[in-house]
């Protein structure tokens, strides 16, 4: 994913620093998410998303009901909805 979010980021024609800056977070932070290091948090990842602005398909790619298998297993397997 961090080499997807440095493609995005060269396509946008932004800078490390540009997206460190509008993200909140440090330039070695971007540098490690683009490097794929475990050690950059779930918060990092989303904000960096919603610069590079692909937060909506990320939030969509595990969306399960975006699946068959989601789709076709969620009656029998998520919880349905008691209204008191």
Same mark, same amino acid.
């Given at each position: 994913?961090?080499?997807?979010?440095?493609?995005?980021?060269?396509? @946008?024609?932004?800078? &490390?620093?540009?997206?460190?800056?509008?993200? /909140?977070? &440090?330039?070695?932070?971007? /540098?490690?998410?683009?490097? /794929?290091?475990?050690?950059?948090?779930?918060?990092?990842? @989303?904000?960096?998303?919603?610069?590079?602005?692909?937060?909506? #398909?990320?939030?969509?790619?595990?969306?399960?009901?975006?699946?068959?298998? /989601?789709?076709?297993?969620?009656? #029998?397997?998520?919880?349905?909805?008691?209204?008191?």
């Amino acid at each position: 994913m961090g080499e997807n979010f440095r493609a995005w980021r060269i396509l @946008l024609n932004l800078t &490390a620093e540009q997206v460190a800056e509008r993200a /909140g977070v &440090a330039r070695s932070t971007i /540098g490690r998410l683009e490097r /794929g290091e475990p050690t950059v948090g779930l918060e990092v990842v @989303l904000n960096v998303a919603r610069v590079l602005g692909v937060l909506d #398909s990320l939030v969509t790619a595990t969306d399960p009901y975006q699946t068959a298998l /989601g789709r076709a297993r969620a009656d #029998s397997h998520l919880p349905r909805r008691v209204r008191r």
